[in-house]
């Protein structure tokens, strides 16, 4: 079986787990679904729920450098005009003669062994004549054009020109355009930085690869504002803040590769960008991006509207625009990699057993509590003291007591929880309990009073 094959077997197992274990499911699949689109269940959500309140904690609530925001998803047309995204935010889009279906060019590039960094769409069409590269169906492709990826729309009840607004195609503008609020009102010392979470829009050409390209989905970015003299030591800084975070996750450093950017393809706005890549069941994919915007953005936005986005450094009579670093960490790559990273098939008493070797404080349910035996009430009745005593101090616990013991460990492997918890006959008697490790298998006996809650996200 060739590498690739193998691979994809591994990303089929995982969005097959995914689906049938609750974790996430095809965006409006009722209605046969809507492409590049995913809903997350109860065991998705509370994974990404995780992921992304342990990047709070760590990346905003811990550092008394940081300030949170939530701006809204729509915003002014002039927003998008300032930032070059309506003039520049495109993909190279060519289209099937025969089929008129429409593919991204670089992506067909990629597939066909060559590489389209960096490249004119003059030089695209040239390529894939040159090289004879064809549709997937194996039909010839149509000239490139440029394809803008913002979502239009209108706001209000008059649908004009002057009512076109967006979705927003990244969460970092509504962060830009509340710089002067946030200085206003906390005055913070340079450098500091802003931080948001929230959902992003693309109208992608061609959503592949489950969550990995999707039309809609979530960012965790940060605009860090420093001295333009000073930008290099910052963006040191977060460059190792990404290892840290990528260690907290869980991902192993021999899987995450950074990749300097060369100028010819990074995005319009950025000096130097990393991009932070992971070993992904699909390949070596793009998983978060650090860059250097200057300040582009800020400068835009005072030319754009007039204002002053000077900031008057304390102590000094300097006054300057601000440049600024961004790590950009995008939410469902995180769960992939996640994913991809726990999956792990084994063999316990010569049966296959398929587990997710989550983090315990990224794990959707940190402990199943089950009861030996059902139809036992005096089990049952201490089962539910122990689980309620759980739910109480961990809350991400699930009571289990369907099927026998062995399909519960099966299931509770299959969704990542780290303990299972059963109450048995001689719990009755000295209020220990068997907690059984999904790693390793092995049982332990406790007492119910020194059952210690894994840290929480
Ligand atoms: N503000 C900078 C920015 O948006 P980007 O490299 O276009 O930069 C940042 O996006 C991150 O957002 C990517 O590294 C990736 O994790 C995530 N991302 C971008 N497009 C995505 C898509 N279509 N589906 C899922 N995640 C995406």
């Known amino acids: 079986m060739s590498n690739n094959s193998t691979k994809n077997e591994k990303m089929e197992s995982i969005v097959s787990l995914a689906k049938r274990r609750g974790f996430i499911f095809q965006g409006s699949d009722v209605y046969g679904g809507l492409s590049g689109t995913w809903d997350y269940g109860p065991l998705g959500s509370a994974l990404k729920r995780n992921i992304m309140n342990l990047w709070w904690k760590m990346f905003v609530e811990d550092r008394d450098d940081m300030y949170g925001v939530d701006a809204a998803i729509l915003m002014n047309q002039k927003v998008w005009q300032a930032s070059g995204h309506v003039a520049t935010f495109a993909d190279p889009l060519v289209e099937d003669l025969k089929t008129n279906q429409r593919f991204r060019a670089d992506h067909l590039i990629k597939d066909a062994g060559f590489s389209a960094d960096g490249l004119t769409f003059?030089?695209?069409?040239?390529?894939?004549?040159?090289?004879?590269i064809k549709s997937p169906s194996g039909n010839d492709l149509s000239p490139v054009r440029s394809f803008n990826m913002m979502f239009r729309t209108n706001v209000g009840p008059v649908e004009d020109e002057s009512s076109i607004s967006y979705l927003r195609p990244?969460?970092?503008?509504?962060?830009?355009?509340?710089?002067?609020?946030?200085?206003?009102?906390?005055?913070?010392?340079?450098?500091?930085?802003?931080?948001?979470?929230?959902?992003?829009?693309?109208?992608?050409?061609?959503?592949?690869?489950?969550?990995?390209?999707?039309?809609?989905?979530?960012?965790m970015e940060i605009e860090y504002f420093v001295h333009p003299e000073k930008w290099e030591e910052s963006f040191e800084m977060w460059r190792q803040l990404v290892w840290k975070w990528c260690e907290a996750i869980g991902l192993p450093s021999s899987s995450v590769h950074e990749l300097e950017v060369p100028a010819e393809d990074r995005a319009h706005y950025s000096k130097r960008t990393i991009d932070f890549e992971f070993d992904f069941p699909i390949g070596r994919e793009e998983l978060l991006g650090l860059a250097y915007r200057t300040d582009f953005d800020l400068g835009n936005i005072q030319r754009v509207s007039g204002k002053s986005m000077e900031y008057s450094v304390k102590g000094t009579n300097e006054k300057l625009v601000p440049h600024v670093i961004e790590p950009s960490f995008g939410v469902e790559r995180a769960v992939m990699a996640v994913l991809s990273t726990a999956y792990t098939e084994d063999e316990v008493n010569g049966e296959k057993r398929v587990y997710l070797k989550l983090p315990a404080h990224l794990a959707p349910v940190k402990y199943a509590v089950s009861p030996l035996l059902k139809n036992k009430p005096e089990l049952v009745e201490k089962a539910k003291t122990v689980y309620l005593m759980l739910k109480k101090q961990v809350g991400a616990v699930m009571w289990d007591d369907n099927g026998n013991i062995g399909k519960r460990y099966r299931r509770q492997d299959e969704i990542g929880t780290p303990y299972c918890i059963v109450i048995d006959f001689e719990t009755l008697e000295d209020d220990t309990v068997t907690i059984r490790d999904r790693d390793t298998t092995n049982q332990t006996r406790v007492k119910i009073s020194d059952i210690l809650p894994p840290a929480r996200a």
């Open 122 to 132: 003059e030089a695209i069409d040239n390529l894939i004549k040159e090289k004879g």
């Open 170 to 219: 990244e969460t970092a503008q509504g962060i830009f355009t509340n710089f002067k609020n946030v200085v206003d009102t906390f005055y913070p010392d340079l450098p500091f930085g802003i931080g948001q979470q929230g959902k992003a829009f693309r109208n992608e050409i061609s959503p592949r690869d489950f969550i990995f390209r999707s039309r809609e989905f979530e960012q």
